[in-house]
Every structure is written in structure tokens, then in C-alpha cells.
């Protein structure tokens, strides 16, 4: 023990927070991949319909599967909410954010945000094309729906666009607690988002949580090829 309290001493000069965030996100963007894989797998081997069965029927009155549990106003207000991680609002919100970042002459922001925007819309029809799954028909819709079930957009879209929004504006921001405030405004969209798909009928909980994965890893990995070239770039300037 006391040989090691030298050693914990001097870990604070050996790890900036920067190398402590990078770490983080690589290790959440190896688990979100990871766990993708896994629910592709179950999925496929139908290993999941009794928890997505049991979840959606817990959603909805035992004796109407047409209408879901809670008041009026949580039906009403779960509608609009879901609509924070369509294409269209997405779109929006994207184009709004990119031409702040280009008014602010931050071209790697805006290639990030480009790159992962973009790629996230581009392969999440590519995957629902490739899965097929079909919609839950076992509780009544409650929001339009035309494409396949797996993995859910809106909670891809929706991890992939606050996400990289949330460590954007988090990485020019100094205050730590100012930090903390955005991304976890970011995290709280993202469920928000997921949550409402399965409330609303039109996603099995498991198309929700491969959505979540996937985009949060796509979100973490552009983050991280950001991070990667800057610290090439410094390096490069340093040596230089």
C-alpha cells in the first residue's frame, strides 16, 4: 500500500481530462457496437419477442390494447416529443446548427456534423431495408408509420444528432458543470425520443435500444476522428 500511493499521486499529471474523455468515449462507443451485435443476434433468433411482447402489453390497459396507460395528456404530449427525432426535424435542426458552426469559420465542426448527420440518415434506411422486421402488431399504433421496424430511426437518428450536437457545444464550453448540463440535456432528448416509439406502438423495445447503440457509437466514433486529427495536427505542429 504505500508503494501505491506514490503511483496514485502522480496519475493526475500523467491523464489530462481531454485523454480521461477520449478514453470514455472510446470505451462507450466499443460497448454501444457491442451491444448492437448482441441484440442483432437475439433478434434474429427471436430470443427477444417475450420481453418485447410483455413490455409493449405493460404500456397498455389489460382489457384495450388500443390505448395506452396514463392520462390523456401523457398520449398527447409522448406525440409530440417523438416528432424530436424524425427526419424532418432533424433536418432542420442540422441545417440551423451548420451554418451557425460555418458563420464561425469551425470547418472540422462542420465536417463533423455533416459526416455524422448524414451518415446516420444514409444508414439507418440501409439496416431497416436489410432487417425487415416487421411493425409490433400486437397493441394499435398511435403515430404513422411506413417503414420496416429494426433498428428504430427515430431512437438512431435522435442518439446520432443530439449526441454529436451535445459534444460539440460541450467542447467549447468551460465550465465543467456547464458540460455536464448538455450532455446530459442530450442523453435525456435521446430517451425521451426512444421512449415514445414504444409508447406510441410503433417500435418493439428491443428496435429502440439497437437504435440507441447504434447511434451513440456513430456519434462517438465521428467525435473521435475529430479528436484523432486534432491531436495529429497539434502534434504535427509541435514537431514542427
Known amino acids: 500500500m504505500p508503494r501505491l500511493a506514490p503511483l496514485l499521486s ?51 390497459h389489460p382489457d384495450d390494447p388500443a390505448e395506452p396507460i396514463g392520462p390523456l395528456w401523457l398520449k398527447i404530449m409522448l406525440r409530440d416529443f417523438t416528432a424530436l427525432g424524425s427526419y424532418s426535424v432533424l ?9 451557425y458552426i460555418l458563420l464561425l469559420r469551425k470547418w472540422l465542426s462542420a465536417l463533423l456534423l455533416i459526416v455524422s448527420f448524414g451518415g446516420g ?16 402488431e400486437l397493441v ?10 429494426f433498428p428504430s430511426g427515430h431512437a438512431m437518428l435522435a442518439a446520432t444528432c443530439y449526441l454529436t450536437l451535445g459534444t460539440l457545444l460541450a467542447g467549447v ?9 448538455i450532455l446530459g440535456a442530450a442523453i435525456a432528448l435521446v430517451v425521451i425520443v426512444g421512449c415514445s416509439r414504444v409508447y406510441l406502438g410503433v417500435h418493439w423495445p428491443t428496435d429502440v435500444l439497437a437504435g ?19 491531436s495529429y495536427q497539434a502534434a504535427r505542429g509541435r514537431r514542427g
Open 10 to 60: 502522480r496519475l493526475p499529471h500523467r491523464f489530462s481530462w481531454g485523454q480521461f474523455v477520449t478514453l470514455a468515449a472510446l470505451l462507450a462507443c466499443t460497448g454501444s457496437l457491442w451491444a448492437f451485435a448482441v441484440l442483432v443476434d437475439e433478434v434474429l433468433e427471436g430470443e427477444t419477442r417475450g420481453f418485447d411482447q410483455a413490455v409493449l402489453l405493460a404500456l397498455r
Open 91 to 99: 433536418l432542420l435542426i442540422g441545417l440551423l446548427a451548420l451554418g
Open 121 to 136: 440518415m444514409t444508414l439507418n434506411p440501409l439496416l431497416k431495408q436489410n432487417f425487415d422486421r416487421p411493425r409490433p
Open 140 to 149: 394499435a399504433h398511435l403515430a404513422d408509420v411506413y417503414t420496416a421496424s
Open 173 to 181: 464550453t468551460r465550465p465543467r458543470p456547464l458540460k455536464a448540463y
Open 212 to 230: 440507441w447503440a447504434l447511434g451513440s457509437a456513430w456519434a462517438m466514433a465521428c467525435w473521435l476522428l475529430l479528436r484523432a486529427w486534432l
